[in-house]
C-alpha cells in the first residue's frame, strides 16, 4: 500500500508563513503528479497546486504569488510553502498523489494523504 503523510500545519496571523510537507510511502515504483487542494468550513475541497514529475507546476488563481510547490523526488515528498497568509485560506490541507506501485510494481495508484488543519487568524 502507498500511504501519504502530511505535516506542517498550524495556526499563524495573517501575513505569516507556513511550509506543508507530504511524504510518500510504500512501495512505489514512481510518482506521477503530486498536488495539494483545500476544504475550508462549508466549501468544496478545491485545488491549491500540482506538480508534474518533472517540475511543471499549476497554482489556483487565489494563490498564485503566494504559494509555492516544489518535490524532492529522491524522497517522495512534495512541500507547499505558504506566504502572506490570508484567514481565507483557513482550511483542511490535503496531499494528493498518483503513480505506479503498492501491491504490484506495475499496478497504478491514487491516494490522499488524512489532511492538516491551517488556521489563519485575522
Known amino acids: 500500500q502507498v500511504q501519504l503523510v502530511e505535516s506542517g500545519g498550524g495556526l499563524v496571523q495573517a501575513g505569516g508563513s507556513l511550509r506543508l510537507s507530504c511524504a510518500a510511502s510504500?512501495?512505489?515504483?514512481?510518482?506521477?503528479?503530486m498536488g495539494w487542494y483545500r476544504q475550508g468550513p462549508g466549501k468544496q475541497r478545491e485545488l491549491v497546486a500540482t506538480?508534474?514529475?518533472?517540475?511543471?507546476?499549476n497554482y489556483a488563481d487565489s494563490v498564485k504569488g503566494r504559494f509555492t510547490i516544489s518535490r524532492d523526488n529522491a524522497k517522495n515528498t512534495v512541500y507547499l510553502q505558504m506566504n502572506s497568509l490570508k484567514p481565507e485560506d483557513t482550511a483542511v490541507y490535503y496531499c494528493?498523489?498518483?503513480?505506479?506501485?503498492?501491491?504490484?510494481?506495475?499496478?497504478?495508484?491514487?491516494?490522499w494523504g488524512q489532511g492538516t488543519l491551517v488556521t489563519v487568524s485575522s
Open positions: 494528493n498523489a498518483d503513480g505506479r506501485g503498492g501491491s504490484s510494481p506495475f499496478r497504478y495508484f491514487a491516494v
Open positions: 510504500g512501495s512505489i515504483s514512481s510518482i506521477n503528479a
Open positions: 506538480i508534474s514529475s518533472g517540475g511543471s507546476t
